[in-house]
């Protein structure tokens, strides 16, 4: 053999090899592992926030973020096929002949040598003897041979449970074609393409239609899994397909529409079920398809398969108050806009764009205090975000019903720098009448500079009424603290007002003029709310705990205001819903092999585990009479212990004339 021979042997052994198919085996099976733990096709940002850029870069570069399309698995996938086909086409052979062989040509000698043996004496003839032999294995179950040996002994071969063999054979061709099956679902195709240059992936958010050539795939894309989201009436003929850090417009041979979305909740707001009927537009029919289509119940057209994956908002129209949270005024402005769209609002001093992202009819929140309660639906709310000037953007949800927490009513308002941040809640107060106009005309009189001699004269005639006369001097005094806390506040809330105590009071005394402070604060308030009242044409309120409970949280709404992030509040009070529907659209040829396979595995693993293989050897000996039991199996344990015991004992009321 000469050494490219010689090379080409030892290569063929080893891919043939058990060895290597483990190996392969294992590092699949890690490779499953990690792709179960980490979550899948999430986008980049997400990543990068859970293991840093060092290690986002790292696993990127193995592929990690999708491992079962990435390039080393599906090599895995093709050394697997390759070494598994070869260890069929090495060894089927050798085992097909085996399930064939009856193993006639075994010897006496080699009989006895078998561990589980016996020898019996019959006092019937040969014939009889082997008509009762033949009789006794087909009652059995067991196929046999008769051979006649040189010596004049006859030899019964027989066997059962040979079939047991085809078990490794068609497991090993089951792993063959479920290989070749996510071989064929593997994005092979936009991987070569991608290596030769013909298609890139696309990071740019550009409207579909204007995604370039090459980053779109072609309707005869061998196999794929997109998304699409349709809004109400709307429709589409492409679908995307998401990819590292980007993603492909995968175009459709046909168009899609939504004609309808139904969705059913449980009495809790939970989502029950929901279902899209939709219209297909195909060139090729003169007629359009028209369908139903629910979770687990897709529609297969062209052998591509339309799930019902999830439901969003389809650009609904939503009418809001905007409210200025630090101005002096009460008014609000009438603002209306549709989800996903940008639009223009005053803020102040500066320009600010405000981006409508979501609306949801349903939000199923737990208010109880302990946790303990029941989930419940709190009715709508709406996700935006608020960009300035220089382009930085929070996002926000605010809810359209006072959410009832702690047993009190407040408009809730949350709002993150990050999207990996929780949400940061301003809590308003709902007035009396369930509104947010009794905190915003509070407010604004908290703000109104020209308030402040009426709102100071009142709080000085409330807190100086018990010491009687004081002299100008001293009133005039008191009166400018007073001021001067009011203005504090309106510049910055309680820190402004920590802040000036922090400079002008001895850190012994700081303690004792932060409670005094607080209460002169909550004073003015008290006054500012009842000529908020006023103003409003409104009657005086009623001097009780809940009017306490108000007062008290409209400051520490005021405070936080300043940290809000957004001069303006924008408070939802009425929408035109508008539903979408999350397609997912499929076509997987390899799933019919793979399902295949699954079969064949199952058919292969059931008869390696409980088809037994067992040989029974009966050499009768014409001479002395005597019969010589040897007994065999592929698995020698305590069932095969029970079942030769079970034999010897029929055998010997067969050829021994033994009565039950």
Known sequence: MNPIQSTRHRLYELLSSMRFAVSVLVVLGIASIIGTVLKQNEPYTNYIVQFGQFWFEFFEFLGLYDVYHSGWFLLILLFLVLSTSLCIYRNTPL?????????????????????????????????????????????????????????????????????????????????????????????????????????????????????????????????????????????????????????????????????????????????????????????????????????????????????????????????????????????????????????????????????????????????????????????????????????????????????????????????????????????????????????????????????????????SQLALSSHGDLDTETRGRFEASVRQLLLAFSRGGFGQVAEMIDEAVPEAQRAGAAQAYVKIVTTAAFAAHAISRERAGLPPAENDEALQAFIEDSLHAISDSFHYGAPLYLQLTGFEHRQSSGLQLTRSPGKVLVYSGSVLLVLGIFAMIYIRERRIWLLVKPESSRVLFAMSANRKNRDFDIEFDNMRGKLARLLENQHM
């Open 95 to 459: 085992m097909l002949k085996e399930l064939r062989a009856f193993r006639e040509s075994a010897k006496e000698t080699s009989l006895r040598s078998f561990s589980h043996h016996h020898e019996y004496h019959t006092p019937y003839s040969t014939e009889e003897t082997a008509s009762r032999l033949a009789r006794f294995l087909a009652a059995h179950g067991f196929r046999y041979k008769t051979v006649r040996q040189e010596n004049g002994d006859s030899l019964f071969a027989a066997k059962a449970g040979s079939y047991q063999r085809l078990g490794y054979i068609l497991t090993h061709a089951a792993i063959v074609v479920i290989c070749v099956g996510g071989l064929l679902d593997g994005n092979l195709v936009f991987k070569a393409q991608e290596l030769l240059g013909y298609k890139v992936v696309e990071t740019r958010d550009i409207p579909e239609r204007k995604v370039p050539p090459q980053s779109r795939m072609s309707p005869a894309n061998l196999s794929f899994r997109a998304n699409m989201t349709l809004p109400e009436g709307a429709g589409a003929s492409a679908a995307f397909l998401r990819v590292r850090d980007g993603y492909l417009v995968q175009d459709l041979p046909f168009s899609i529409v939504l004609k309808a979305f139904r969705i059913e909740h449980y009495d809790t707001g939970q989502p029950k079920s929901f279902e899209s009927d939709i219209m297909i537009i195909d060139p090729e029919r003169e007629e359009p398809v028209t369908a139903t289509i629910k979770v687990n119940h897709p529609l297969i057209y062209k052998g591509i398969a339309i799930y019902q994956s999830d439901f969003g908002d389809g650009g609904s129209k939503l009418d809001f108050k905007v409210w200025n949270l630090l101005g002096s005024h009460a008014d609000h402005i009438p603002f209306s806009g549709n989800v996903f769209n940008k639009y223009d609002v005053s803020g102040g001093n500066s320009p600010l764009s405000v981006e409508l992202s979501d609306f949801r009819l349903f939000n199923i929140l737990n208010l109880s205090i302990d946790g303990k309660g029941k989930p419940r639906n709190v009715g709508p709310n709406v996700t935006f975000k608020v960009r300035d000037a220089e382009g930085q953007a929070r996002e926000y949800v605010n809810y359209m019903n006072p959410l009832l927490l702690d047993g009190r009513q407040y408009f809730l308002s949350g709002v993150r720098s990050m999207q990996q941040d929780s949400y940061r809640y301003l809590r308003i107060p709902a007035d009396e009448n369930g509104e947010v106009d009794g905190y915003m005309n509070l407010r604004a009189a908290m703000f109104d500079q020209t308030l402040y001699p009426e709102i100071v004269r009142r709080v």
